[in-house]
């Protein structure tokens, strides 16, 4: 089966600014792919070009077969689109949201009226159809907004995006839109969707890639991620800013793991298996004369040190890349 | 427009009423503001102003509506940027909707609205002692003659909330539009007016619209005002079209 989605090379500037440069991805027919990273790595621009919004400057997007740039159309009629920023009317009702935009995607009012109701029984709404949107919690309002997105036949949408579905949703109402993506994944449905919060791509994707800088650092499967990059990390506090100094410039060209630098705990973080003989070896090799290193800690690290090590690797200190 | 592109527009013209019916404030503001200015001008203003044999309530009502026709507009301007701001255009775009059926919605919608608007004004007016004279081609041509306008001041107000990058700053480039009635002949006879003023108001586009829409309610004779009138919104019209399909682009690039 071809890939439900495939990019190469896609590269996109606004003015002087490169948001993506020539990213590449893949993701499988009938899969949860997750693009996960900080605000500005590009996942809305990516998201953006792969639901024909926006017009790459560079590299080619395949979205269910079809390219989409010459051929939008096709494109169009095989996705639905979930952005950031709610695109239902808060003063409709989620029935009227509904059978409105299901007349926009051209179906007759019997059809429109059919799928308004078969769209509020799954998405759990029918209590609140005849209620306006704005009486609804953000889960609920998500909910309808994912439920606009897929007015057409369900079974001819074949890639949802969804750009940041939970940000901003209490805990309750995120639990609730993870199920609804796993029901759209359970139908067959490819979904493709961003996140900030490592968490929900470790709950829902298939596959998790990590943006930053316009380009993938890194992807694989939640559990590849964690092999590959979590582990263990060990944490060596130098005795002075010197030794500091001389420490993460060894780190730098030696390990091959450069780790997570604090200059001001004087504390680099280096990524470890966590035993005693790669300790050691680790230990050596970053402190041959064995006068730098004043303590060390062994953690047990977490996907939001691989987050963190991959994309904040300039300044880790200055904005907490906190994963709920 | 194909038959689709008519369908989607109804649709969402549609849409629009509805969301204009949910805001009742706003339905008010809407309805109540041309019927007491109307009655501010009559009571208040009217006694001072000399408009010969005509009683001031005729000379006055097609200046009333095209006013009215004013403030109409200014919501085509705040639904449309608000439409830009959240995600609902992109929406659309993702079900294969254009800019011109998305801003020919928000216009319908305005010109039904609008015409609801000039009933209750005409409404209030006979109560007051409007009494035309006009034939039933009088008065089709004189709504039709308003009813053209309406649309070009909501096109040109669509193309202002596409430009506005929030639906506050979308009320405030509409402004304009709200004025231009008052320096015509529509409240008071342009030669009461400040001599350098002439030239404006007289070559205005509201001057030619009420000066026709005032013969055709009177049954007296407009001379080429009417066309001069269609010529203006033609012209506007082509204008506001062209300029918010290019800012439909730019901003959904």
Request: glycine content about 10%.
């Amino acid at each position: 089966m071809p890939p439900a989605i495939e990019t190469t090379g896609l590269s996109k500037s606004y003015g002087t600014v490169r948001v993506l440069d020539a990213l590449d991805l893949r993701v499988e027919t009938g899969t949860v792919f997750a693009l996960l990273g900080p605000n500005g790595a590009g996942k809305t621009t990516t998201v953006r070009i792969l639901a024909t919004l926006t017009a790459p400057d560079g590299g080619h997007a395949r979205v269910a077969g079809h390219d989409v740039v010459t051929e939008r159309r096709a494109v169009r009629r095989a996705i639905s689109l979930t952005g950031q920023y709610a695109a239902v009317d808060e003063t409709l009702t989620g029935a009227e949201n509904l059978r409105t935009t299901a007349r926009l995607s051209g179906l007759s009012r019997t059809a429109a009226a059919r799928r308004t109701d078969e769209l509020l029984d799954r998405f759990r709404l029918t209590d609140a159809r005849d209620r306006q949107v704005k009486t609804y919690s953000g889960g609920m309002r998500r909910r309808l907004d994912l439920a606009a997105g897929l007015v057409r036949d369900p079974g001819t949408t074949r890639v949802v995006f969804l750009d940041e579905p939970t940000t901003g949703l209490d805990p309750r109402s995120r639990q609730e839109l993870w199920d609804a993506v796993r029901e759209l994944s359970a139908h067959g449905t490819t979904v493709f969707l961003t996140t900030q919060y490592l968490e929900e791509a470790d709950r829902l994707a298939h596959r998790i890639a990590v943006l930053g800088d316009g380009r993938t650092l890194a992807e694989g499967t939640p559990a590849e991620l964690k092999d590959r990059y979590a582990g263990h990390r060990l944490d060596l506090t130098a005795r002075d800013p010197e030794a500091y100094l001389r420490l993460t410039a060894r780190a730098g060209d030696g390990t091959g793991a450069p780790g997570t630098p604090d200059p001001g705990t004087l504390t680099l973080g280096v990524p470890t298996d966590g035993t005693a003989a790669h300790v050691r070896a680790l230990l050596d090799a970053l402190d041959p004369h064995r006068a730098d290193i004043e303590r060390f800690a062994l953690h047990t690290a977490t996907l939001d040190d691989v987050f963190l090590s991959l994309t904040h690797r300039e300044s880790p200190a200055k904005e907490p890349a906190r994963v709920r | 427009m194909s038959a689709d592109a008519l369908t989607t527009t109804a649709v969402l013209a549609g849409r629009g009423l509805r969301l204009s019916r949910r805001n009742l404030d706003a339905v008010i503001t809407s309805l109540m503001l041309p019927v007491l200015l109307m009655l501010v001008f009559v009571y208040f203003f009217g006694g001072a102003i000399d408009t010969g044999d005509t009683r001031y309530v005729t000379y006055v009502v097609p200046g009333v509506l095209v006013l009215c026709a004013g403030f109409g507009a200014a919501g085509t301007a705040v639904s449309v940027s608000d439409d830009m701001r959240r995600g609902t255009v992109d929406r659309f775009r993702t079900l294969d909707i254009g800019g011109v059926p998305i801003l020919a919605g928000h216009v319908a919608a305005t010109v039904v609205r609008n015409a609801l608007a000039t009933a209750l004004v005409l409404g209030v007016a006979f109560l007051i002692g409007f009494r035309p004279a006009a034939t039933p081609g009088g008065w089709l041509a004189a709504i039709g003659l308003l009813l053209v306008y309406i649309t070009t001041v909501s096109w040109l107000s669509a193309a202002a909330g596409l430009l506005a990058r929030t639906p506050e700053a979308a009320g405030a480039v509409t402004f304009f539009m709200m004025f231009l009635p008052y320096p015509s002949s529509a409240f008071v006879p342009i030669d009461t007016m400040p001599d350098w003023l002439h030239g404006f108001a007289e070559h205005q586009p509201v001057t030619p619209l009420i000066e026709s829409m005032r013969g055709l309610l009177l049954d007296r004779p407009v001379g080429d005002a009417p066309w001069i009138a269609l010529a203006w919104c033609a012209a506007l019209l082509a204008v506001a079209v062209a300029a918010s399909g290019a800012l439909f682009r730019f901003r959904t690039k």
